[in-house]
C-alpha cells in the first residue's frame, strides 16, 4: 500500500501553508470631540502581517476609512489600535468598526458608535438695562439659537479686573436678570455669553448702568 500510495505522491509534493485570519475587536471610541475623535480596538494578527484599517460613517455602510497608527501589526497576542478621524460634523451620530487584512483574509470587528460634541452658540446681542434704581437695574440682552443657559458678568471696571459679588459667570436661564445689592449713584457693567454642551460663546458686548444717586 505504500508502494502504491508513494506513485501518486511523490517526495517532491509540498503543502501549502494556509495563514490564519486575525482576530479583531472594536472597542470604544475616546477625544471626541466636535469635528474630530479616536476610535479604536485591538488586533492579534495570529502570526501573519495584518494591516488595520477603521471604517466609519453616519450609516453602518460607513463610506470612509482611516489607517490605524500602528498598522501593519503582527505576532500573536492582541495588539491594541487607533486611528484618528477629522472632518467630522458636529453633534452627529457616527458608526464605526475595525478591519483587519492578512494573508488568511480580512476580519471585521463590530459596529460601535460615538456622537460628536455641539458646538457652542453665537454670543448673545447684550442690550440696554432697564428698571434702573439706587439699588438695582435689570440686565438684558437677546436669545440665543442653541443656547440652553447664560452666563452674566457684572463689574465695577469696564475691563472686569472685579466682579459684583455673585454676579461673576452668574447661570441665567432666561434673558434678563434683576442685579441687586448695588450702591446708588455708581457706575456698573454688565456682559453675557450663551452656554450649551458644546461650552460657551464669546463675550456680549458691554453695557454700561448708572444707578439714581441716593436723594438728598
Do not use: C, M
Not at 490564519?20 to 475587536?25: A, D, I, K, R, S
Not at 488568511?104 to 432697564?130: M, N, R, Y
Not at 435689570?138 to 469696564?158: C, F, I, K, P, Q
Amino acid at each position: 500500500k505504500l508502494d502504491s500510495l508513494a506513485r501518486y505522491w511523490p517526495e517532491s509534493a509540498s503543502f501549502a501553508t494556509i495563514a490564519n485570519l486575525p482576530t479583531v475587536t472594536t472597542t470604544s471610541a475616546s477625544n471626541v470631540r466636535q469635528t474630530t475623535a479616536t476610535v479604536n480596538g485591538t488586533v492579534n494578527a495570529n502570526g501573519y502581517s495584518t494591516t488595520v484599517v477603521f471604517e466609519y460613517g453616519t450609516t453602518t455602510s460607513y463610506g470612509s476609512q482611516a489607517t490605524a497608527v500602528e498598522s501593519p501589526v503582527s505576532g500573536t497576542s492582541a495588539i491594541s489600535v487607533s486611528a484618528n478621524v477629522t472632518g467630522l460634523a458636529a453633534s452627529t451620530l457616527y458608526h464605526y468598526r475595525v478591519k483587519g487584512t492578512n494573508a488568511g483574509g480580512t476580519s471585521t470587528g463590530s459596529d460601535q458608535t460615538f456622537t460628536t460634541s455641539t458646538i457652542p452658540p453665537p454670543a448673545p446681542v447684550a442690550s440696554a438695562g432697564t428698571n434702573i434704581g439706587q439699588t438695582g437695574f435689570t440686565a438684558n440682552w437677546s436669545s440665543t439659537t442653541g443656547a440652553t443657559s447664560y452666563r452674566l458678568d457684572v463689574s465695577l471696571s469696564n475691563t472686569f479686573t472685579n466682579y459684583v459679588t455673585g454676579y461673576q459667570d452668574k447661570t441665567v436661564a432666561g434673558t434678563s436678570d434683576n442685579v441687586t445689592g448695588l450702591t446708588a449713584g455708581t457706575t456698573y457693567y454688565y456682559r453675557v455669553r450663551a452656554v450649551n454642551g458644546g461650552g460657551a460663546s464669546g463675550n456680549s458686548s458691554t453695557i454700561t448702568v448708572l444707578l439714581i444717586p441716593a436723594g438728598p
